[in-house]
């Protein structure tokens, strides 16, 4: 699977920010495998998707990883602000977003990144910066949404 394909575990609200305020440019975490033997829970795409899905189905407002996910997109519109990427309203707007945003706005999503369409700008993640010294991880910065694919699921609950 890992020969033509990277694997993103991502959520709806991070999709949805990145393409209303990021110029549709997205920073991921990406992985060969989608339920890789050598990466750990925190950088194993089929790990992540389950959590980011029993989080929502829960309604599990203490979801660590719900909590930094905001504290990365608080930290990116900052830094994009700096370097005058977006202006002091756009940045305000995505605070409130994020502030307001509801577990069910972090229904997970899977991207299907085709390597063709990212050769060049695959960037292998340090060894001091890993999930565990055997993993396979790499990052893309600057993807734009028309280089992959998502899936998503339905499940239960009156959720999407």
């Known amino acids: 699977m890992g020969e033509f394909l990277l694997f993103s575990a991502q959520t709806k609200f991070v999709y949805d920010i990145c393409k209303a305020y990021f110029n549709g440019l997205f920073y ?13 829970g925190s950088s194993n795409p089929a790990t992540l998707i389950a959590q980011f899905r029993l989080a929502v189905q829960r309604n599990d407002r203490g979801d660590t990883k719900i909590k930094d996910i905001k504290k990365k997109l608080r930290a990116a519109a900052l830094r994009k602000k700096n370097r005058r ?4 309203e756009t940045l305000r707007e995505v605070q409130v ?11 997970p999503y899977l991207y299907l990144i085709p390597k063709d ?3 060049g700008m695959l960037i292998p993640v340090p060894y001091a ?8 991880e790499y990052t893309i910065e600057g993807l734009q949404a028309s280089q992959f694919e998502f899936i998503t699921s339905k499940f239960g609950n009156g959720l999407p």
């Open 117 to 119: 369409n990212v050769r």
């Open 129 to 136: 910066k890993r999930a565990s010294p055997d993993s396979d």
């Open 85 to 88: 990427e977006i202006t002091p």
């Open 28 to 40: 991921v975490y990406c992985s060969p495998e989608f339920d890789s033997e050598v990466n750990p």
């Open 97 to 107: 977003r994020i502030n307001r945003a509801e577990v069910r706005d972090f229904l």
